[in-house]
T-cell receptor
Framework: NAGVMQNPRHLVRRRGQEARLRCSPM?????VYWYRQLPEEGLKFMVY????????ESGMPKERFSAEFPKEGPSILRIQQVVRGDSAAYFC???????????FGPGTRLLVL | RKEVEQDPGPFNVPEGATVAFNCTYS??????FFWYRQDCRKEPKLLMS???SGNEDGRFTAQLNRASQYISLLIRDSKLSDSATYLC???????????FGTGTRLQVTL
């Protein structure tokens, strides 16, 4: 029973490039959450999605960041024109029913040079 | 003020010691609480849920005091493998999201 999968595990981008982070939820889960962990800080909620819908994006920066969870395929967190401050670990979690039990993927570590 | 606050530590304890972590939360609408464990550069993993009645899982005991908005985790007979960062987490159903504290680092030594 595969858990939450994220790829790539590590991503290096130069300032101004785009970063695309992918998350495949656990089998049978239709609720996906993205969290960001800056160095030496706690995880911060970014966005909550269900298939084809953004439920809550209150934690997303207003510019350059977007997320989607299409009917088919993984959820994608997209960061346009990356800056050094975007360097962080991005964790995806999934749940079966939108309740509190969320299972985390291994994360994508983004480094912006 | 952060929604979930924890002492960052680090707590350095010898093997076999008992150690307690505390956490406070400010959002009275929070419904459920958890302790997660995060090893260096890994994803957080659920350690246990926290109930007002208290709950115990082996060497770990968690307690919630809603009146004081206070959560605790007690680890007895610490093992080297307990070394990690322990994250206090609140769940708010209306927002359906987890709010994490910054974590308390524990280092268990020989």
């Amino acid at each position: 029973n595969a858990g939450v999968m994220q790829n790539p595990r590590h991503l290096v981008r130069r300032r101004g490039q785009e970063a695309r982070l992918r998350c495949s939820p656990m089998k049978g889960h239709s609720h996906v959450y993205w969290y960001r962990q800056l160095p030496e800080e706690g995880l911060k909620f970014m966005v909550y999605l269900q298939k084809e819908n953004i439920i809550d994006e209150s934690g997303m920066p207003k510019e350059r960041f977007s997320a989607e969870f299409p009917k088919e395929g993984p959820s994608i967190l997209r960061i346009q024109q990356v800056v050094r401050g975007d360097s962080a670990a991005y964790f995806c979690a999934s749940s079966s029913n939108g309740q509190e039990t969320q299972y985390f993927g291994p994360g994508t570590r983004l480094l912006v040079l | 003020r952060k929604e979930v606050e924890q002492d960052p530590g680090p707590f350095n304890v010898p093997e076999g010691a008992t150690v307690a972590f505390n956490c406070t939360y400010s959002n009275s609408a929070s419904q459920s609480f958890f302790w997660y464990r995060q090893d260096c550069r890994k994803e957080p993993k659920l350690l246990m849920s926290v109930y007002s009645s208290g709950n115990e899982d082996g060497r770990f005991t968690a307690q919630l005091n809603r009146a004081s908005q206070y959560i605790s985790l007690l680890i007895r007979d610490s093992k080297l493998s307990d070394s990690a960062t322990y994250l206090c987490v609140a769940y708010t159903g209306t927002a359906s999201k987890l709010t994490f504290g910054t974590g308390t680092r524990l280092q268990v030594t020989l």
